[in-house]
Protein backbone atom coordinates (compact mmCIF):
# COMPACT_ATOMS: atom_id res chain seq x y z
CA UNK A 1 0.00 0.00 0.00
CA UNK A 2 1.44 3.20 -0.79
CA UNK A 3 1.97 6.60 1.48
CA UNK A 4 -0.97 8.47 -0.13
CA UNK A 5 -3.79 5.28 0.05
CA UNK A 6 -2.62 4.75 3.88
CA UNK A 7 -2.89 8.42 4.96
CA UNK A 8 -6.29 8.52 2.76
CA UNK A 9 -7.30 5.62 4.52
CA UNK A 10 -6.67 6.88 7.68
CA UNK A 11 -8.30 9.94 6.67
CA UNK A 12 -11.54 8.31 5.94
CA UNK A 13 -10.99 6.42 9.51
CA UNK A 14 -10.83 9.93 11.13
CA UNK A 15 -14.16 11.72 8.93
CA UNK A 16 -16.18 8.57 9.43
CA UNK A 17 -15.67 9.26 13.37
CA UNK A 18 -16.13 12.69 13.35
CA UNK A 19 -19.32 11.49 11.03
CA UNK A 20 -20.26 9.73 14.35
CA UNK A 21 -19.67 12.37 16.93
CA UNK A 22 -21.58 14.60 15.06
CA UNK A 23 -24.53 12.50 14.92
CA UNK A 24 -23.83 11.56 18.71
CA UNK A 25 -23.35 15.34 19.53
CA UNK A 26 -20.00 14.17 21.11
CA UNK A 27 -18.34 17.83 21.06
CA UNK A 28 -15.38 16.26 23.26
CA UNK A 29 -14.64 13.69 20.68
CA UNK A 30 -14.90 16.32 18.16
CA UNK A 31 -12.26 18.65 20.25
CA UNK A 32 -9.67 15.74 19.74
CA UNK A 33 -10.93 14.73 16.10
CA UNK A 34 -10.32 17.97 14.09
CA UNK A 35 -6.88 18.31 14.94
CA UNK A 36 -6.01 15.10 14.16
CA UNK A 37 -7.68 15.37 10.62
CA UNK A 38 -6.18 18.78 10.16
CA UNK A 39 -2.80 17.01 10.86
CA UNK A 40 -3.19 14.26 8.54
CA UNK A 41 -4.54 16.90 5.98
CA UNK A 42 -1.70 18.75 6.12
CA UNK A 43 0.63 15.39 5.47
CA UNK A 44 -1.64 14.38 2.53
CA UNK A 45 -2.05 17.44 0.81
CA UNK A 46 1.43 17.59 -1.09
CA UNK A 47 0.31 14.18 -1.82
CA UNK A 48 -2.89 15.29 -3.58
CA UNK A 49 -1.64 14.70 -7.11
CA UNK A 50 -0.63 11.48 -6.86
CA UNK A 51 -4.38 9.92 -5.97
CA UNK A 52 -6.78 8.80 -8.48
CA UNK A 53 -9.97 10.50 -9.36
CA UNK A 54 -11.96 7.72 -7.38
CA UNK A 55 -10.03 7.96 -4.24
CA UNK A 56 -10.31 11.89 -4.74
CA UNK A 57 -14.05 11.56 -5.03
CA UNK A 58 -14.56 9.61 -2.18
CA UNK A 59 -12.98 12.11 0.00
CA UNK A 60 -14.87 15.10 -1.29
CA UNK A 61 -18.14 12.71 -0.49
CA UNK A 62 -16.77 12.07 2.76
CA UNK A 63 -15.99 16.09 3.63
CA UNK A 64 -19.50 16.91 1.80
CA UNK A 65 -21.24 14.41 4.72
CA UNK A 66 -19.21 15.97 7.12
CA UNK A 67 -20.03 19.60 6.25
CA UNK A 68 -23.71 18.63 5.47
CA UNK A 69 -23.67 17.28 9.78
CA UNK A 70 -21.80 20.32 10.96
CA UNK A 71 -24.26 22.63 9.19
CA UNK A 72 -26.89 20.60 10.92
CA UNK A 73 -25.61 20.69 14.26
CA UNK A 74 -25.10 24.06 14.51
CA UNK A 75 -28.49 24.55 13.28
CA UNK A 76 -30.02 22.43 16.20
CA UNK A 77 -27.61 24.47 18.40
CA UNK A 78 -28.52 27.76 17.51
CA UNK A 79 -32.39 26.62 17.56
CA UNK A 80 -31.51 24.90 21.18
CA UNK A 81 -30.12 28.98 21.98
CA UNK A 82 -32.95 30.63 20.74
CA UNK A 83 -35.41 28.37 22.39
CA UNK A 84 -33.74 28.75 25.88
CA UNK A 85 -33.78 32.42 25.26
CA UNK A 86 -37.21 32.58 24.87
CA UNK A 87 -38.21 30.38 27.95
CA UNK A 88 -35.84 33.17 29.60
CA UNK A 89 -37.32 36.01 28.60
CA UNK A 90 -40.37 37.58 31.30
CA UNK A 91 -43.75 36.93 29.65
CA UNK A 92 -42.64 34.83 27.12
CA UNK A 93 -44.84 31.88 25.71
CA UNK A 94 -44.25 28.23 25.54
CA UNK A 95 -45.02 26.79 22.74
CA UNK A 96 -46.26 22.49 23.19
CA UNK A 97 -48.35 20.32 22.26
CA UNK A 98 -51.07 18.59 23.68
CA UNK A 99 -52.20 15.64 23.77
CA UNK A 100 -53.87 15.76 20.12
CA UNK A 101 -50.76 17.15 18.46
CA UNK A 102 -52.31 20.51 18.58
CA UNK A 103 -49.86 23.80 19.65
CA UNK A 104 -50.70 24.78 23.14
CA UNK A 105 -49.07 27.80 24.29
CA UNK A 106 -48.05 28.59 28.05
CA UNK A 107 -47.56 31.70 29.22
CA UNK A 108 -44.12 32.15 31.15
CA UNK A 109 -44.75 34.72 34.17
CA UNK A 110 -41.82 36.00 35.96
CA UNK A 111 -41.46 34.18 39.40
CA UNK A 112 -40.95 36.04 42.59
CA UNK A 113 -38.99 34.63 45.51
CA UNK A 114 -40.39 36.32 49.18
CA UNK A 115 -38.10 37.23 51.68
CA UNK A 116 -37.78 36.74 54.82
CA UNK A 117 -35.66 39.01 56.81
Same mark, same amino acid.
Given at each position: MTDERALLDDLHAL @????K????AADFG???TLVPAIEALSQRLSPMIAALDRHALDSLRHALDEV? $? @?SL???SGL????? $???A? $???GGDL??????? $????VTTTIASVERRG
Open positions: @LTREAALRALAN $R @LASLSAAQA $RLEL $RRPKTYDADG $RIAC
